[in-house]
Each structure stands twice: as structure tokens, then as C-alpha cells.
């Protein structure tokens, strides 16, 4: 499972961590608007689009194969970074095949 971020100071790629999301979603944490935050599994993903400081919140959208893209919409961080949690959750004990 990998974990993309994409932000001002380009992109990177890496694996993905429940810590890893935790230090990206922290309330305090320094996660600037508009950055990107894609979770990546098989043909499975999860992204988030990092809106206004004053507002807290994300963008969510998801997809994979036979599924196309679904637009979450609007969401509160804390409710993205459970997401995220589940994303991970649910990804890591998916049957392989």
C-alpha cells in the first residue's frame, strides 16, 4: 500500500503507515490547502484534497476497478483522517486475488 503527497513541494511516494496518516492528518499538523493525499492499494485508492485552514477540511474522492470514482464531497478532518484509518484497515486484511 503506497501513500502519495502531492503539495508545494512536490511529490512523494511512500509507504503507507497508520503513523504515517496520523502525522498528516494531526490537528495541528502543517498540511497546506490544496495538497493531495492519495492512499493506493491494488486497484483500490482514497484521496484527499486539502481545503482552507479556517474551514479544516477535505475533499474526498475514491474509486478502484469496476467502480469508477466516487466524489465523498466535502468532509471534516477528523471524519477524512477516519477514512484514511479505515482505508488502511480495510486494505490491509483484503484477501489477496
Keep these: 500500500m503506497r501513500l502519495r503527497i502531492c ?3 512536490g511529490e512523494r511516494i511512500l509507504p503507507a ?3 504515517l496518516v496520523e502525522e498528516i492528518f ?3 499538523g502543517a498540511t497546506a490547502p490544496g495538497t493531495e493525499i492519495t492512499l493506493a ?3 483500490h485508492w482514497l484521496s484527499a484534497t486539502v481545503l482552507g485552514l479556517n474551514d479544516r477540511a477535505a475533499y474526498l474522492m475514491s474509486g478502484g ?3 469508477g470514482v466516487i466524489a465523498l464531497g466535502h468532509t471534516k478532518w477528523n471524519d ?3 477514512q484514511f484509518r479505515d ?3 480495510k486494505e490491509a486484511t483484503r484477501a489477496p486475488g
Design 87 to 89: 482505508f488502511l484497515t
Design 41 to 43: 492499494a491494488g486497484g
Design 26 to 28: 494531526a490537528p495541528d
Design 7 to 9: 503539495d508545494g513541494a
Design 17 to 19: 503507515s497508520r503513523a
Design 80 to 82: 477524512a483522517r477516519q
Design 65 to 67: 476497478a469496476g467502480v
